[in-house]
T-cell receptor
Framework: NAGVTQTPKFRVLKTGQSMTLLCAQD?????MYWYRQDPGMGLRLIHY???????AKGEVPDGYNVSRLKKQNFLLGLESAAPSQTSVYFC??????????FGPGTRLTVL | GQQLNQSPQSMFIQEGEDVSMNCTSS?????WLWYKQDPGEGPVLLIA?????ELTSNGRLTAQFGITRKDSFLNISASIPSDVGIYFC??????????FGTGTSLTVIP
């Protein structure tokens, strides 16, 4: 039982490049979330999903897109990366009790 | 977005001392969560609270859901070196979106 896994762990992009971050969970959770964490700040919600095929915007959705084609996977895409998107990205999943379980994070640097 | 204020921002304590930290919100929440994050890792859930006034323990950790529903408290008794990390509170009133505090950094001096 791996819990929540994220790939890749580290990535460096140039401004304007695109990339996709993958999150996978094996706990059969309905809800999945993408957060970003910046120094001195708490986690901020980017997008979330309440079930397969559904997504919704969180607190800071601009510049990101997501897809939930399979229940166990939640993808976060950056179409045209900007330096302001340099951050640590965390995926989380939860069941109906909304106790979120987090992945280990992806450290992204945009030059 | 919602602002959750955590205090203190950082703490330096001797091993064996008790620790108290709190989190306040400008809005009412119906769920409070407390997490611990180690360097380079994702946050790990410590305690979940669902009712105003609720007091819940997890080993040496005790958390309370404030009566006003705008605050929550976390206490750690008899601190040990492995308690080092950043502690985050998170609150929600929808069940879908959680708002996180800015964290309390705890250093335990052996």
């Amino acid at each position: 039982n791996a819990g929540v896994t994220q790939t890749p762990k580290f990535r460096v992009l140039k401004t304007g490049q695109s990339m996709t971050l993958l999150c996978a969970q094996d706990m059969n959770h309905e809800y999945m979330y993408w957060y970003r964490q910046d120094p001195g700040m708490g986690l901020r919600l980017i997008h979330y999903s309440v079930g397969e095929g559904t997504t919704a915007k969180g607190e800071v959705p601009d510049g990101y897109n997501v897809s939930r084609l399979k229940k166990q996977n939640f993808l976060l895409g950056l179409e045209s990366a900007a330096p302001s998107q340099t951050s640590v990205y965390f995926c989380a999943s939860s069941d109906r009790l909304n106790e979120q379980f987090f992945g280990p994070g992806t450290r992204l640097t945009v030059l | 977005g919602q602002q959750l204020n955590q205090s203190p921002q950082s703490m330096f304590i001797q091993e064996g001392e008790d620790v108290s930290m709190n989190c306040t919100s400008s809005s009412i929440f119906n769920t409070w969560l407390w997490y611990k994050q180690d360097p380079g890792e994702g946050p790990v859930l410590l305690i979940a609270l669902y009712k105003a006034g609720e007091l819940t323990s997890n080993g040496r950790l005790t958390a309370q859901f404030g009566i006003t529903r705008k605050d929550s408290f976390l206490n750690i008794s008899a601190s040990i070196p492995s308690d080092v990390g950043i502690y985050f509170c998170a609150g929600s009133n929808t069940g879908n979106q959680f708002y996180f505090g800015t964290g309390t950094s705890l250093t335990v001096i052996p």
